[in-house]
């Protein structure tokens, strides 16, 4: 486990994709050998074994683990059997500490990934006017790419005040910047960022990337566009709470992209539901046989009827709270098993009899590709979803809610859902915090499985309650309710890291691990906190 950021900085040691084998120089002067560089970036995001380079521990799955563990912290995924579930820690709040892998592989992937995109950003001026449009474009991916990996460590590792941990000596810090500029001497004491800090630098690249992408459109999803740009600034300016711009952003998107929510059939296609994206899909990843193993990838751990991987052992279903906050007319309910099976007419490849077998709540959504739950290579060769445009339009409402007025805001919900998602719905939220946690839990519907609510829900502090009469969790240690956030939901920074970085030493998060005291928390009360 001996890795650390002064390892993976910028300038020291030029290292590629491995799709690529070419030099800083090639890459620099050849936009053929700097398109084959990129081609190795969505590709390292879904490598299975990424950080270690083999069979380590089973969470060590690029880009999807991060979606995982977003899931289990807000205590949305509830597994019938947790011992297959491998991110049942994030959910219990449980071995969080500097020297776990719930610390080191989601820091550390994301590390990874910043290598790469810097390795690029170092070949390529994106203001340079005298390159191509297309290599331009290429140097303006790359930055949209560290712009979404520098936001995924902000939301993961700046520490937010709770009841449970002291994070008084670091709040508002977030983590080094490392950069194509960054000298090994440099990372050796490198200071946690402040929020505004990181705010600038990650909209600087996202700046860039607007630049390069306005007279340049990629040719697959799995690059983001100018759209996708639009949803990055949007989300973080929602984290920071400049609501306006978060807002105007969304809107951008939308506007942008053309893009059409996912429709009922598209979504439970037993087939290709939510294994191939659609017209809503505005950037994806898509692993292949050769980034992955029978274990290590997404659909094994996600897809309840996938054979050949963990989610067939641990059933993994939603939690009973949320889904009996679904209508019975929004169609997502359907996801989700129901104790009286007769009330929806599920579909799956694995047939009635199998179906009859499963847990109540289990989840549907994720299918095997092509409907193949035996073979991995074939199955779990999937798309998977890194922003869709039903963020855009949830983030929109909130924004013009917060940023205007809330009745504005509850137009733009009841719109959205009306058109997309439940023909009946109907929000009278007239306070803005009532609504935003409207927002938040039809974040959490849409978003099951792929983390995406979890930024909102860290932002907003809405109280987790997982101990409730009825409550589908089986063990005590997730029977836990929590004011505010649970205090693992700021993760802590690697040992290894602090260990070679001194500007670290005595500047960690706190370790959470044995923060919440009852298990389980008495039925209608709040675990006590040390404030």
Sequence with gaps: MAVSATVLTGCIEEVFPESSSATSDQIGASATALEASLNGVPSQMVQGYLVYGSQVHETDIAYPSLMLVQSELLGDIVASDYGYDWWWRYNGCNGMADNTYQSFLPYFALYKFIKSANDIIATVDVNNTEISDEMRGFGSIAHAFRALDYYLLMVLFEPVDNIYTDCSKVLGLTVPIVTEETTNDIAKNNPRATRQEMMEFILSDLDKAEIGLANYQPTTKTF?????????????????????????????????????????????????????????????????????????????????????????????QIARSLYDQIAPTDFRKQSFLDPDRSLYDYQTVRGAAWLAEQPDYMSLKFRCVSGDFNTYSVGAAADIPVMRIEEMYLIEAEAVAASQNVAAGVQLLNNFMQQYRQPDYNCKANDLRGFQLEVLKQMRIEFWGEGTAFPTAKRLKPGVVQNYEGTNFKEDIFKINCEGVKPCWTLVIPKDEVDSNIALQGMNNPDPSGAIPMRPTPIGTFAPGIK
């Excluded at 037993?270 to 994806?284: D, E, H, I, V």
């Design 224 to 316: 983001p566009g100018l759209a996708a740009v639009y949803g990055l600034k949007a989300k973080v300016y929602m984290w920071n709470e400049e609501y306006a711009k978060a807002a105007e952003y969304a809107r951008k998107a939308i506007d942008k992209s053309g893009a059409v929510p996912m429709t009922a059939s598209q979504w439970h296609n037993p087939t290709t539901g939510f294994n191939t994206a659609t017209s809503s899909w505005l950037w994806c990843f898509h692993p292949t046989a050769a980034n992955m193993g029978n274990l290590a990838n997404f659909i094994g751990h996600i897809s309840n009827e996938a054979d050949w991987g963990y989610a067939s052992l641990s059933k993994l």
